[in-house]
């Protein structure tokens, strides 16, 4: 049954001045150890190495998005034309749980387990998991309905534009709470104003043109933040000895099966996907993994480890083509094994684009009541998609060589 | 003498904290009955009829330019090489007396009386005035200085750059300024790093490349401003209102010379161009002049000053051509005389112009040292650059006629 | 007919957001002429010679205090035991009028003309004005209706706790605006935890005993903004100048009528209440007044005019005693006539009350349902209440006496 | 040798927008195991459980607190007579080390172990330890210095106020870093103003008389985090689940060896104090020994450790005396063990106290030159002092029992 709580409940929040509760479901959700264990992963992974004060969970992101929604449902023009109480309850349950099946230090996870985040927190909605019992127990087959919402194969593709499109909750709560959170004001930008821009039109939800200054701002706001935040190069430098890490970790398991056994931490990059052991995944047990590793024999390890845990950052320099990147990597290789202490990457974002599937866009409607793509009516945004993307390959390496 | 005050002076501030005087000329400056004046004139105009809480004056706006040239010539790296500490006093000097000359409901006086207001702020500085004699007790040839830096004529011309160019203290102050008082966010870019990445190279003041970013949001920052606040239509409605009322008077003047006498504060309206009147005309005494002309005989003066004192506002639409203006026009024209009843006006602005003259762009030091104009090396600005800008053609009217 | 406005209209304001107008009369008292001219008087009188940037409108802070008691009569639990539509209509509009009877310089024109605001507004509200028209037009009956919650005699006595209480809508707005305007810091407090904790009591509005905490930081803002901002004695040395100058200007008209016919804005102090001249009695008529008087033939009025139109202070002491006051007035009437140029004042205020009459009075919910005065659950409130206020005696003169 | 860093190195803080870096030593003892090791500590303990967003880490406060005494040391109206270069140095190193002794859940560690923080701060600093090593390095003899001022000794008794008083820089931290990061707004108050307002007067830190009001407020802000966030009920549950873990874990290890063995991050509990192991006790160990306890056979550890890692807290009630706790704790006794399943706490603080050692007081030099105590002075701390303390004693079991 889709109760509704017996008194309002509120959570005190910088970034929404409070968070609503007003549904059974959602306070039965907080309370679920999927959703609890967020509290120990950040949401900006290591950043924190670079704003130290970006200390901030996946938790609270949760929250964030989930407030975003509840006011989207409530408060949007229109749209009781579209959505029923049901609709409304599982976006919002959606967006609770839109990344909890995320592991720490997110992609790094990915990159080295081959398991996508998405695919875990389709399990644990979907499979056995405190999170399941809760949504099945409020109604049956509701687990369903929010697991398809987040994999965008609900009948009314509208709901999958609020928490998973390029103008969806997810983004407009990070982007405030990442800004916050790192001191930073490049993401600011005026949440209240496109929440009273939105407007539904036919099936789809759009942004009034009256709001379109709105969404050049938040547009920009991404793009800032990308640069100044999400792509900074002292942040890839500590990913880069994540990755580092782990990769040792998963080659010393081929030699030594003990390993696998010391480290239960770890495993889950072995890449077979169980609930239960993914729940005792969090940043405390991987933290406790480098404090065991600091203290291993292996050389290799212990030393990432130990940078890992004392910020002991790999340098980095910007390269233009496989030239200079060889160039460096040969001086590593004089006295460090490449395959952990010489890292690459490349970095290019655009912070809208036009060519994405249809409901990840944003729509637009005209005074005379007809829809059009965003960088059809903004000559910035269409500006913006037709710049060349910022050049930003770099390769990291133990400082000392240079 | 150039005296330091007897102890440094705060004046408490919500943009910069705190304004900090520690040169009595400056201290002596703000008692002067010109700078005082500004008090009764607001920053936006009548923009406080658009956003109610834009009722900030160019008092202290003034303060919060002088502020931030204060922190500049302390602050920038590499200053000392190229500025003493008398070109330091008269940049300060200059930023705290930028906006003297302006009338009430700036550009509206300035397009009737034909008479621009930096032509008034070199009389008053270089005249008898208050100010002028504060400047040359302080020292003898001052106010040369200051007008010189203020008229772009000072041999160096890196000191007009901090006054009046694209990335100066004017347009810092006011985008935060005004972004704070409308209670919008748009204007909020940020300053402190702005003011960390500033470097003198040779002659010029520069930005660090690893600054690029805050420029970009600031050059964002001025563009949302243009269209949320400062070419807002309401905006514009009054102005037309103002600039109908001002014409009407000078043209009742013609008929009727008594006008000129009874309603001495619009005097100046009629081209003469004398510091005494001009010291007696401020946004207080227009409005008395709005009550004097709302109990008037002349039915259109009345009026108009009764829309004026009482927010009676005209309408507005969006015209393409002359054919949609000569239809509106027609339909003015059967109830109302439209030389005062119908306006019209085109707003167009880029954020940031690469093709004015060289003292007004914005330079970018590169790592390598060399200096690169801006739009040369953000693809991001290039390509705001490169967009249409937007048709903003519009025509005012009373609201009735349609 | 109370309709509802044809959409909801939205204010942006920096204190609430927005003001939010979903009542037509709301909206139609808005154009009027009488709550118009509360744009052309500053807030807080004349201390933005203090805190430059304190430059708010009356206007501004009546939309605030109008969109509080709109929350309240909207979110405050259990309010509709108690509130009809008619009543929350009502005490909405008496919010914005609540302020509408003020003269410019506030209290200074009461001590000079013996008018109370709280007649004008009355008046204003009872009698042929636009304000009256509109009132009455929505629904016959409403002015007097209003007018009896600003008088305390409506049989609903919690409607003027609402806007005229110790923990009204007037205070709570006008701490965060005076704060947000001076840039202060000390007038902040909860608003948004004061808004949810209030709960409806039998007919008394009360907070519950959990938001004991927020009432408790609200009394220490006002306690600070007294005597940071509020009787800040540079702003005291101001209004010192004002009734001097008032007081020489009634002085002058007793000798020489023609003064009185020169100064038709100052006409109002002599006593007299016409709405009609009170409606074009504002700051602009008053400076330009000023302006006036600044080329007189009295030397007193003239040199009085000058010290308001350019900021020439009197300077102050503070005085334990008579004997003390009577030193300085001797050394003043060495050169001036002390009449005008020697000013005495005594500032004491509590930021709380419990002995006022009952409807002024905080009270609080017990968590058993029991009702209490603030400063009997508080023991912070009691020892505020008990503890001795400040001394705060001065004199004011020329500062070239001392 | 105390070099300057070759560059002035800023870190972005959104307390203090940054934390400026000048002193080579500072940028390296940073750089410390035992600094970064702060990262790893919630500076709030477990009141992220209360309000979601307080995830802000020791080290975060160590740089803010840092960055307050380079303020002080720099901006400090007379500070040069009193302190020489060597002295700012120390006392900004022991700024940004106060804490370093802290374990995880600070005072819940302290009251299992019984070992006092401070201790393990002179430890660390005294004895090897990297931090150790840079301070000698830096120059011999300094890690005395700063060990000094932490323990009160340094013969500049003055030092000691900067960093531990009760107008220190490690409160004027944490006040508005917990405001900021728990999104209350509470703990605010105007730090720009109390640093402009300190004087040094003979041998001690004081204010001057016209900054009472900004201390005033300093002390409300204290008081109401106190009661808001430090002492709320529900963290206080937390704590009493963290403490029942913590003594179960103790008790077993009487009976069951191999318990030290297998969670050695819990071993510094047994009172023995060693460094190394204490560098690998923060909370990301402690969760992981979470982790393993919720699989654990002793079911009284192993529901405790879930409860921890799954927020399933304790409920908690006011009691008035011995009785009223005896009641709940035989309606515990019923169903659980009480010695691990009921907690009694009693909290009650004052902002601030008069009757400390002579160096935590807060003195006010007088305009006269003179220096009173603060409660001296001002009538608003002194009816604080004198007022009687909340009564604030409850008891925690699990909620099921009433």
Redesign the interface.
């Known amino acids: 049954m889709l109760n509704k709580t017996s008194e309002s409940k509120?959570?005190?929040?910088?970034?929404h001045?409070?968070i609503h509760i007003e549904d059974q479901l959602i306070w039965d959700l907080l309370?679920?150890?999927e959703v609890?264990?967020l509290?120990?992963i950040h949401q900006l992974g290591t950043t924190?190495q670079v704003?130290?004060?970006a200390?901030?969970?996946r938790?609270?992101h949760a929250?964030g998005v989930y407030e975003i929604v509840r006011r989207m449902v409530n408060e949007i023009n229109g749209i009781d034309e579209i959505l029923n109480e049901e609709d409304k309850i599982a976006v919002m349950a959606a967006a609770l749980l839109h990344d909890i099946g995320h592991g720490p230090f997110s992609h790094i996870f990915e990159v080295i387990s081959k398991v996508h985040h998405e695919d875990i927190t389709q399990k644990i909605i979907l499979e056995d998991s405190e999170v399941h019992r809760v949504l099945e127990k409020a109604q049956s087959g509701l687990s369903k309905v929010v697991a398809s919402i987040l994999s965008h194969t609900h009948p009314k593709a509208v709901l999958s534009q609020f928490v998973s499109s390029q103008l969806d909750a997810d983004r407009m709560d990070y982007l405030l709470r990442d800004a916050?959170?790192?001191?930073?004001?490049?993401g600011?930008?005026?949440l209240?104003r496109i929440l009273?821009t939105f407007v539904v039109n036919g099936d789809k939800l759009t942004v009034k043109e009256s709001g379109i200054?709105s969404i050049?701002?938040y547009i920009?706001a991404r793009?800032?933040m990308y640069?100044?935040v999400y792509y900074h190069p002292v942040g890839r430098a500590v990913e880069a000895i994540l990755i580092a890490f782990f990769k040792r970790w998963v080659d010393l398991t081929k030699s030594d099966p003990s390993i696998t056994q010391r480290y239960p931490?770890f495993r889950f990059l072995l890449g077979k996907v169980e609930l239960d052991p993914f729940y005792?995944l969090?940043?405390?047990?991987?933290?406790?993994?480098f404090?065991m590793a600091s203290v291993e024999q292996d050389p290799i390890l212990k030393d990432l480890a130990e940078r890992l845990?004392?910020?002991?950052l790999f340098g980095y320099v910007d390269v233009k083509n496989e030239d200079e990147r060889n160039v460096i990597r040969q001086k590593v290789e004089k006295t460090y094994d490449s395959r952990y202490y010489f890292y690459q990457d490349e970095m290019s974002s655009r912070p809208y684009s036009p060519y994405q599937e249809d409901e990840s866009l944003i729509y637009i409607t005209l005074i005379d009541g007809t829809i059009k793509e965003l960088s059809q009516v903004s000559?910035?945004v269409?500006?913006?998609v037709?710049?060349?993307?910022?050049d930003d390959k770099k390769v990291y390496f133990p400082k000392e060589i240079l």
Request: charged share 30%.
């Open positions: 509120v959570l005190r929040d910088p970034i001045e409070y309370a679920c150890r609890q264990r509290k120990r924190y704003y130290h004060t200390e901030h969970s938790f609270s929250l916050y959170f790192t001191g930073t004001s490049y600011k930008y005026d209240e009273r200054h050049e701002d920009m793009y800032h640069y100044q931490m005792h969090d940043e405390s047990t991987c933290f406790a993994g404090h845990l004392n910020r002991r000559n910035i269409a500006a913006i037709a710049a060349k993307p910022k």
